[in-house]
């Protein structure tokens, strides 16, 4: 799945559900992705609230982290969806 892929199924998942669990906690991942300077602390823990495919977003969210796509005009287009998501509902 190319960055464009998982980002617009993470923009999906969250205008679904955007007070959900699974949401909610991608949601914050991509928050935390955004901070590398902190060390991206995300509690690891929370993917056991994730079903399988979900799992998958958030190991392909890291992914996107680790090939410095964090920030690209396409992450940057699709976190303006999400924030706009979560803050309207």
């Not at 617009?8 to 909610?24: D, K, Y």
Request: aromatic content about 6%; hydrophobic content about 45%.
């Amino acid at each position: 799945m190319g960055a464009e892929q998982t980002l617009q199924a993470v923009v999906e998942l969250i205008e679904r559900e955007p007070h959900g669990v699974a949401g909610l906690t991608l949601y914050a991942l991509v928050n935390t992705l955004e901070h590398p300077k902190a060390g991206y602390l995300f509690k690891l823990d929370k993917l056991r609230d994730l079903d399988a495919g979900q799992r998958q977003l958030a190991y392909a969210l890291i992914d996107l982290m680790v090939a410095s796509e964090v920030c690209s005009d396409a992450w940057t287009r699709a976190k303006v969806s999400m924030d706009e998501c979560v803050r309207r509902s």
